[in-house]
């Protein structure tokens, strides 16, 4: 690996520039005097703090050799960065909730929440010189916008995945069967990821095998869908899964040969493939499809350091630390530089990851916040709701 360059001092300076009138001509500005909450104007001083929520691996300050994208922000902004590593992501709404923080990265399970609540700002996108690099496929998306402007700027997205010990698991499964189904050869170490939003992996299972049950997206399930999944996953907890909450705890799991097949993150591939004393591991994305995640870094609607979050978001665009984080973590990134530089350090990074796919991120579904309205104000049918999910994933676990 080839170690972290940092960013110029040309980008900084390229990033004031745009402050200070620059535009990226993408910006949907709120008209009239009054601006909506947390909305920034202009980029004013770096307060010299930054308090950020984060998925693991999202934040790398040279730990693993080559990899380090925090300590050269720090060293050219300021801004000095102190993180808190959520679980899932309704431990990650809880903690921006809680106002100790400027912001942090998000899935669509907690942005749309996070957005609706107004826990979280628009962002004045004229301020972020790298914003107008990111993939158009990237931008405006429900997960990350919201009445025709963006509350937040793209980090990565990536699928969940298959993955097995090569060495117990010797044919190459193609599909999610064999987490649902189980075999004697796997049960009681089948890894499952312990969150709420994991019912819809069962709705993804229903939707190819119990095509009459008529789900149409696997966040949005009126009471027989859930009923039908809730009762799937009550079947795979009695073939003894064992469910990870960190990606620490899978990883160890796998690499003691206690879990041999289960859903996860490239990202753990990645560490158990630079375990030379770790079982041989591989993943696949099964044929019928999968859940996955498109990430937003957001600001918090009362930021105590709002200056320094514009510096990291536009930072976290930048080739440099787009590219490396993503190839870190294993999933796709946003935008053709990041691309460029991610090839120097893993070349077919960006292939592999499908970075610029669209079709193929039609397979995924993006993690999304379960709706009483089904997603879809004009729908009659009544939908299972986020507390729901909760609910029912805490009686499941039985804690």
Not at 43 to 59: F, Q, R, T
Not at 284 to 290: T, W, Y
């Amino acid at each position: 690996m080839k170690r972290f360059k940092g960013v110029t001092l040309l980008a900084v300076l390229a990033l004031l520039v745009a402050a200070c009138g620059g535009s990226t001509g993408e910006s949907a500005a709120p008209s009239g005097d009054e601006k909506p909450a947390g909305w920034l104007e202009a980029l004013g001083e770096a307060e010299g703090e930054l308090n950020l929520i984060i998925w693991p691996g999202y934040a790398e300050r040279g730990e693993y050799e080559g990899f380090n994208w925090v300590d050269p922000f720090e060293a050219e902004t300021g801004c000095k960065v102190n993180v808190t590593a959520m679980t899932d992501s309704n431990n990650g709404v809880q903690l921006l909730q809680s106002g100790q923080y400027d912001g942090g990265s998000f899935s669509g399970d907690a942005s749309v929440r996070l957005m609706t609540a107004g826990d979280v700002a628009p962002v004045n996108v004229d301020l972020l010189s790298n914003y107008s690099a990111v993939f158009s496929g990237l931008k405006d998306q429900a997960h990350n916008s919201k009445d025709g402007m963006p509350y937040g700027v793209p980090h990565g997205r990536g699928p969940n995945l298959l993955m097995w010990n090569t060495d117990v698991v010797t044919t190459a499964p193609t599909s999610w069967d064999a987490v649902w189904d189980g075999t004697a050869a796997v049960n009681g170490k089948i890894s499952i990821y312990d969150s709420s939003i994991y019912i819809a992996d069962a709705a993804i299972h229903l939707m190819a095998k119990q095509p009459e049950l008529g789900i149409k997206n696997p966040y949005q399930l009126n009471e027989e869908q859930f009923a039908a999944a809730i009762d799937l996953l009550e079947k795979q907890r009695d073939l003894g899964v064992i469910y990870w909450g960190s990606y620490a705890d899978q990883v160890a799991g796998f690499a003691s040969g206690d879990l041999v097949i289960g859903t996860t993150w490239q990202f753990m591939a990645n560490v158990l493939g630079g375990d030379t004393t770790a079982p041989k591991v591989e993943t696949v994305m099964p044929e019928e499809g999968s859940t996955g995640w498109s990430d937003t870094w957001m600001m918090a609607t009362k930021a105590a350091n709002p200056n320094c979050m514009y510096l990291w978001m536009n930072h976290m665009m930048s080739a440099e630390a787009n590219g490396q984080a993503t190839v870190f973590f294993g999933e796709a990134a946003t935008s053709v530089a990041a691309c460029d530089y991610a090839e120097t350090i893993a070349p077919g990074h960006c292939e592999l990851t499908h970075a610029s796919d669209e079709a193929y991120w039609e397979t995924i579904w993006y993690w999304a916040t379960p709706r009483e309205d089904c997603d879809d104000a004009d729908s009659a049918t009544t939908c299972k709701t986020q507390d729901d999910w909760v609910e029912a994933w805490t009686t499941l676990r039985g804690n």
